[in-house]
């Protein structure tokens, strides 16, 4: 899992999603990552994919899917920080900054 993350940290962090198509493979790289994960960190893993997932699927100028992709990734905050940590302590990686709105404690 870790030399994973290391190997594919920019991919991961910084994508090069210019076309729609860009997106798919982006998701497959943090599908394909998350199979690996630890379980301490699985779950949170796992709920950083759905958001990622869910907001592939806005529409853009469609107020509806927008917010449901926002409440996505708003919910994920707490998980986002979490794997962030989880990789700082168990992988020397660092993947952030991860930004929330609500300060995430370490």
Do not use: H, M
């Amino acid at each position: 899992f870790c030399g994973e993350i290391k190997v594919n940290a920019e991919r991961l962090t910084n994508p090069n999603l210019e076309f729609s198509d860009d997106i798919e493979p982006f998701l497959d790289l943090y599908r394909e990552i998350g199979e690996l994960a630890p379980l301490a960190i699985e779950i949170e893993w796992d709920q950083v994919v759905t958001a990622y997932e869910t907001a592939s699927t806005v529409v853009l100028g469609d107020p509806e899917s927008e917010q449901k992709a926002l409440a996505a990734i708003y919910s994920t905050e707490k998980s986002a920080a979490a794997v962030d940590r989880w990789l700082e302590r168990n992988c020397a990686v660092d993947i952030g900054p991860v930004f929330t709105i609500v300060a995430q404690g370490g």
